[in-house]
């Protein structure tokens, strides 16, 4: 959350790539059409000749394997706009995302001034058991200097097998400079981005996807928040485009004490539906729960909004979701690459299917849905023509366009352009002048919590970050940061909180801003009534 415009719009390519849900089927269940191979092996003779021709006769010389690539990619665009093929290149960066980790040294990192500078270390990680600290700069790996290495690269000298080790030099703020080894460990890729306090009584968890790892996350998360003495929870699957199939069917547990359905699939053949049952000993219903969505909420964060709106567990708050009810089943194939198709409708206990219609080969289309700025309004127009369903309370609902929220809380932050310019800048001067500031004030600071509600940043501060951006000769428009003065300060404070203890005190600060939280919580009333009614 670097940058809280992003929940305004959902990246297009991220959302192609990562919109999905595997469904966790054995290969070997697999049936395959029963169409006529005839029609097959004629196209394959044209083809063949096709492939013949081009090579024999066209002008300039062709890349097969690219002109391949090519006609793969059209086969899926004939599909629905979940079924596609993954190039060879991409497969291994896919299956690190949602097998949940990958081995290195576990640092999320920046290239600023010609180096390699930690944005932070993750945790758990070999770079934060070494001390590595936000703001500390790479200048040599190995003893080969780093000056203006390119991202790959560092992928290329930092990534490398567990036990492996590398030597850094590291220049820190403040001007010492010093060697230090590092053994290569597996790094985990977490699923929960957050997990904190937002008052007394309110945790928060901020969940980006469902990989191989989730449940045991959020179950850390929980008993991590409870033991700060939680009575009531707020789950934040704002613009999780989804992952496991079983992950969100065991999230969905976590919150349903009585034996349910909380999603079932139907396919081609018998073999493809799968129905998940709540296991009342896994789920806990004694706390009013609040399920935060938005446009960019797809899959498998659809299939847990469901449930607890279908079984009148918590209430769901936010926009209405992305829409996508289709169970993918990833295949390998034989040259590294990958397909991934469509072999079921996922369904919610109501019944509901909440795919969005679609119109074969049109991705395009379906995705610029989601950048519609009265989107909310034209589906609510839609909804007489939707089918209507009933939740276990008698409550209606609707399939046919995603998870149309119990209480719409519209997105409403509105920057101005140029305070977007300084958030997103390559030379990041929000996290380089909160680092700066947090080294050279740390006898100032106590207890995160009298930093979080009493410290501030004021128009000396102000000023001071201004002059900071003038030297760093980026371009300024100070009629329209002072506009944003209040917000600007809040980003920087976050940035010290960051550097001082982490991210997940960064990430309670800046929340102060994120109206569709602070509205969220407006509603835990109402979130609590649904606990009176299933005792």
């Known amino acids: 959350m670097k940058n809280k415009t992003l929940f305004k719009k959902v990246p297009f390519v991220l959302m192609l790539?990562?919109?999905?849900?595997?469904?966790?089927?054995?290969?070997?269940?697999?049936?395959?059409?029963?169409n006529p191979y005839s029609a097959i092996e004629s196209k394959l003779k044209v083809m063949n000749q096709i492939l013949y021709y081009i090579n024999q006769l066209y002008f300039e010389d062709v890349d097969m394997d690219e002109l391949m690539e090519g006609a793969f990619q059209g086969i899926f665009k004939q599909l629905d706009p979940h079924s596609i093929y993954i190039p060879a290149k991409q497969q291994e960066?896919?299956?690190?995302?949602?097998?949940?980790?990958?081995q290195g040294i576990g640092i999320e990192f920046d290239v600023l001034n010609g180096y390699i500078t930690v944005i932070s270390p993750v945790a758990d990680s070999p770079s934060e058991r070494a001390g590595l600290m936000p703001g500390d700069q790479i200048i040599a790996i190995d003893g080969e200097d780093a000056y203006?290495?390119?991202?790959?690269?560092?992928?290329k000298k930092l990534r490398g097998p567990k036990g492996t080790s590398v030597e850094i030099t590291i220049l820190r703020l403040g001007g010492d400079k010093f060697d230090v080894t590092i053994i290569r460990d597996d790094i985990p890729i977490y699923s929960v981005r957050a997990a904190l306090m937002l008052d007394n009584e309110t945790g928060y968890i901020w969940l980006t996807r469902f990989s191989a790892t989730t449940d045991e996350e959020v179950r850390t998360a929980f008993n991590q928040l409870e033991a700060q003495g939680m009575k009531r929870l707020l789950l934040d699957l704002r613009n999780n485009s989804g992952g496991y199939l079983e992950q969100a069917a065991a999230i969905s547990n976590l919150f349903i004490a009585r034996k349910d359905t909380l999603v079932f699939t139907k396919g081609k053949s018998k073999k493809m539906e799968q129905v998940f049952i709540a296991d009342p000993k896994q789920g806990r219903e004694d706390y009013p729960l609040i399920v935060l969505i938005n446009r960019g909420s797809a899959s498998a964060s659809e299939i847990v909004a469901g449930a607890i709106q279908d079984l009148d567990r918590g209430l769901v708050v936010g926009e209405t979701s992305f829409g996508k009810g289709l169970v993918q089943r990833q295949l390998p194939l034989n040259d590294g690459s990958a397909m991934r198709v469509t072999i079921?409708?996922?369904?919610?206990p109501s019944g509901r299917l909440i795919q969005r219609p679609y119109t074969n080969g049109n991705a395009k289309e379906y995705y610029k849905d989601l950048y519609i700025e009265n989107r909310e309004t034209v589906l609510d127009s839609l909804k007489e023509l939707r089918p209507k369903y009933k939740t276990r309370l008698g409550r209606i609902v609707y399939g046919g366009g995603?998870?149309?929220?119990?209480?719409y809380i519209a997105w409403d932050l509105k920057l101005q352009k140029n305070t977007q310019k300084l958030l997103t800048h390559s030379k990041r001067p929000f996290f380089n002048w909160g680092s700066n500031y947090?080294?050279?004030?740390?006898?100032?600071?106590?207890?995160?919590?009298?930093?979080n509600s009493y410290w501030i940043l004021d128009q000396n501060d102000f000023l001071t970050f201004l002059d900071y951006v003038r030297n760093q000769e980026i371009e300024l428009n100070l009629d329209e940061l002072e506009i944003d003065k209040d917000y600007i300060l809040n980003m920087l404070k976050s940035e010290i909180a960051s550097s001082y203890w982490g991210k997940d005190e960064a990430i309670g600060i800046r929340l102060r801003y994120d109206n569709q939280v602070m509205s969220a919580l407006n509603y835990f009333n109402e979130a609590a009534g649904f606990i009176k009614i299933s005792q």
Do not use: M, W
Request: charged content about 25%.
């Open 93 to 102: 960066e896919i299956e690190e995302l949602f097998r949940g980790s990958f």
């Open 344 to 348: 079921a409708r996922y369904y919610t």
């Open 148 to 155: 203006e290495i390119t991202k790959k690269d560092v992928f």
């Open 438 to 451: 947090a080294n050279s004030h740390r006898d100032e600071f106590e207890t995160y919590e009298n930093f």
């Open 17 to 34: 790539i990562t919109v999905t849900l595997f469904a966790l089927i054995p290969l070997s269940q697999i049936v395959y059409s029963k």
């Open 402 to 407: 995603g998870i149309t929220p119990d209480q």
